[in-house]
């Protein structure tokens, strides 16, 4: 069962149960739901190549909470974990319970080598992930 598999390749740090993206990789080809809270502006040039994937901006969390499944374990991620931790509690107060963040966020993921899907016209410019802009 996919929720053993996480369980047993996760972590916990303050109440929080993380995995590493070379570890969630299988169980995304297993069908866990990757859900990227990065903003549009960095999800549509760079995303994570993998069979269920839900663009859902941590900006549009409270109006599209109903896009997020309550019967399936999720994984949460976006650049490095900022957002990722805030949306973590809110959905857990909401009542989920197979809940995991992705450790490192999208910036280790591709540091580890995980597909990337790229969109060449979505290129972005700045001199690190927070200053990331559509380039003019």
Not at 11 to 27: H, N, Q, S, V, W
Not at 62 to 90: C, F, M, S, W
Not at 113 to 134: D, F
Request: aromatic share 8%; charged share 25%.
């Amino acid at each position: 069962m996919i929720i053993d598999k996480l369980l047993a390749n996760s972590y916990e740090i303050d109440g929080m149960r993380f995995i590493t993206p070379k570890k969630a990789y299988p169980l995304l080809k297993e069908g866990l739901l990757l859900i990227d809270l990065r903003p549009l502006s960095e999800s549509t040039f760079k995303q994570a190549k993998v069979e269920r994937l839900l663009l859902l901006p941590y900006t549009d969390f409270p109006d599209r909470i109903a896009d997020i499944p309550t019967d399936h374990p999720i994984l949460i991620g976006d650049a490095v974990g900022i957002q990722t931790k805030n949306i973590y509690k809110e959905l857990i107060k909401m009542g989920y319970r197979n809940v995991f963040a992705l450790a490192g966020g999208f910036v280790d993921w591709e540091r580890d080598g995980l597909p990337m899907e790229e969109n060449v016209n979505q290129r972005l410019s700045g001199a690190c992930v927070c200053q990331l802009k559509p380039r003019e």
